[in-house]
């Protein structure tokens, strides 16, 4: 058996997965054990527990991939200045102390790190190889996916230097066809508007991407006139007169301020009917260059498949546009399209590209409902809660489904843990917070007193697969919830001629359909399919729900409050719940009722806990 470690480091989300034999044994990011969000340390947790999952140490390893080339980053880092200078020289002096120190001697310092976890010297441990960050992209969109052939489109800030790749996958193989180079990225357009209007940089663009529906598309011509040169097929060039992330120490300049009439929204500051507007404005290019470069990457290859990996596949408004408007057929997007998801891609890339392996296409995706993290047996779900000195109840598994479904439909608000934990940013089904998507009032109440953010924020819904198209408009399976579908018309709820004059944040408060809680103010919803192949246990769960209203879809968002990473132990999760608004926690077979719970065991997050996201 073959046996191969990917590991993801150093920038941010950082992860580690394991695969033999070509099959992704496990993977895990780092912060889930840490706490600290989006961790760019060097996973030792994620490896340890990989190595774990796959009952392997390593010396079982055949390899170990990191999933960039550091010293060809340090290439464009240097050329950037130099072409840039004299402007940028703060950055300059900020950056390369922290290059020359660490980032430059990367293979020396994971050696290191390598050895030290596996207690042997760093002449002892397996062979370290470096694949291409796009290549770690492309190779975790297409290896997993259910396609023997397939274009491959990975969009993202930067690697080394591409942001914007086209890959040409057929069985194992994953051949480069042309690629857009740093500065000139969609990514980091994006990430300007984020951090304009507010929101944290590499964290918050989902923030951006929810806001979007709320305003109106005023300023796409400004932006299309003034930022970005955009080409017929999709290609494209940013005006760097604009912008100042390639030589500063932010991501927007003073003429970007000019353009747009003000300096960047303090994140303090109320969200304004103009922060609305330039989130849609912004989405509205966004999703126009992608669906240019679907169409121009479908008349080049001649595919019917197209993979997606980067963080802007992560853009579900686009990938729901591409897959209605597009010229493909069929759309597979890797569920950790961001860096994490380079630690299964530079594994998988070693496998059949670097040893020339053969792939099995079965129907299926070889993420497997993205279930790769770990699980906790009763005997450690029991020790947990009688550390934390809980009150619960054991249930069978007759008895817990409708019991839960219940509890639901009375408007509780429920922590569910079970299973295996997620990979990727999306809960889905194993780290979630549920709801009733009927209730009128429970996007506001899991926004403010649970998740402690944004009212406007969104919420997903949980269908079961069978019954998807019963409710949106969606004809095939969605199930890493990066799909965003229309609310089928016979159940939606026409707006008043009053509620159409209605801007911004007023439109939250109007129903728009028979499930208000998860629908969008443009009648969309990011949807997630539950499988009973991959995820038995939701899915009894939905259908116990179903059974109880005749509803068979819930509102799912992920476990965690803003700030937090999603939780991942039962002590994780008994923590969050208390310090929460959430009425009941269920993990396994184990329900725990907050009224139940000892009065000492009730706090607050206090503010300075997380950062904001």
Not at 387 to 412: C, T
Not at 543 to 571: D, H, K, M, Y
Request: charged share 25%; net charge neutral.
């Amino acid at each position: 058996m073959t046996t191969i470690l990917g590991v993801s480091a150093y920038y941010h989300d950082s992860a580690a997965a394991i695969i033999s034999d070509g099959r992704i044994v496990a993977a895990a990011q780092e912060e889930r054990f840490t706490r600290k969000k989006h961790d760019e340390h060097f996973p030792e947790n994620s490896i340890r527990y990989c190595l774990q999952e796959a009952g392997v140490g390593f010396s079982d390893l055949d390899s170990i991939v990191f999933y960039e080339k550091p010293l060809v980053k340090f290439e464009r880092l240097l050329e950037t200045y130099l072409s840039y200078a004299p402007k940028g020289i703060e950055s300059f002096f900020k950056a390369i102390p922290v290059w020359l120190k660490e980032k430059l001697y990367l293979k020396t310092i994971l050696k290191k790190e390598i050895a030290k976890l596996a207690g042997v010297k760093t002449k002892d441990i397996p062979p370290l190889r470096f694949a291409e960050h796009h290549q770690s992209h492309a190779a975790s969109a297409f290896f997993p996916s259910p396609f023997e052939r397939a274009a491959v489109l990975c969009m993202d800030g930067v690697g080394e230097w591409a942001t914007t790749s086209v890959w040409h996958g057929v069985k194992n193989e994953l051949t480069p066809k042309w690629e857009i180079r740093f500065p000139h990225s969609l990514g980091l357009l994006y990430t300007a508007f984020t951090y304009y209007t507010g929101f944290k940089v590499n964290s918050g663009e989902y923030k951006l991407m929810g806001l979007a529906p709320y305003g109106e598309p005023r300023y796409t011509q400004l932006i299309l006139d003034n930022l970005i040169d955009l080409k017929d097929d999709g290609t494209f060039r940013l005006n760097m007169d604009y912008f100042n992330f390639a030589q500063g120490l932010t991501m927007t300049g003073p003429r970007f301020n000019e353009l747009f009439d003000g300096a960047p929204r303090k994140p303090s500051d109320p969200v304004t009917q103009k922060d609305m507007d330039i989130a849609r404005s912004i989405q509205v290019v966004t999703e126009e260059v992608v669906l240019r470069l679907g169409k121009t990457v479908h008349r080049e290859l001649g595919e019917e498949n197209l993979c997606l990996a980067g963080g802007v596949a992560l853009n579900c408004v686009a990938n729901g546009r591409l897959l209605k408007e597009g010229p493909f057929k069929n759309l597979w997007i890797q569920p950790a399209s961001g860096d994490a998801g380079g630690a299964i891609g530079a594994a998988l890339a070693v496998w059949h590209q670097h040893l020339g392996k053969p792939r099995t296409v079965n129907g299926g995706d070889g993420m497997t409902g993205a279930y790769l993290g770990p699980r906790y047996s009763s005997a450690e779900i029991e020790a947990a809660l009688t550390e934390s000195n809980a009150v619960y109840r054991q249930v069978n598994d007759q008895e817990i489904f409708p019991q839960v479904a219940r509890i639901l439909a009375e408007e509780n608000v429920v922590g569910w843990v079970q299973g295996r934990m997620e990979f990727g940013p999306r809960a889905l089904g194993n780290r979630s917070i549920i709801g009733d998507p009927r209730s009128a009032k429970m996007q506001s109440v899991m926004n403010l007193k649970i998740k402690y953010r944004e009212s406007f924020r969104p919420f997903a819904p949980a269908n079961l697969a069978e019954r998807v198209s019963d409710y949106f408009e969606i004809d095939r399976p969605s199930p890493y919830m990066l799909l965003v579908a229309p609310v089928s018309q016979e159940r939606r709820i026409p707006a008043s001629p009053g509620d159409e004059k209605l801007f911004g944040i007023e439109k939250l408060k109007v129903p728009r359909s028979q499930v208000p809680a998860i629908t969008h103010v443009d009648y969309s919803a990011r949807v997630q399919t539950v499988h009973a192949e991959t995820n038995p246990r939701f899915h009894r769960l939905l259908e116990a729900f179903e059974s109880e209203t005749q509803c068979p879809l819930l509102i799912n968002t992920s476990f965690n409050v803003r700030g937090e990473p999603i939780v991942c132990t039962p002590s994780d999760a008994y923590r969050c719940f208390m310090r929460t608004e959430m009425d009941y926690l269920v993990i396994e077979n184990y329900i725990i009722a907050k009224r139940d719970q000892p009065l000492e065991n009730r706090t607050r997050y206090g503010a300075e806990e997380f950062e904001p996201d």
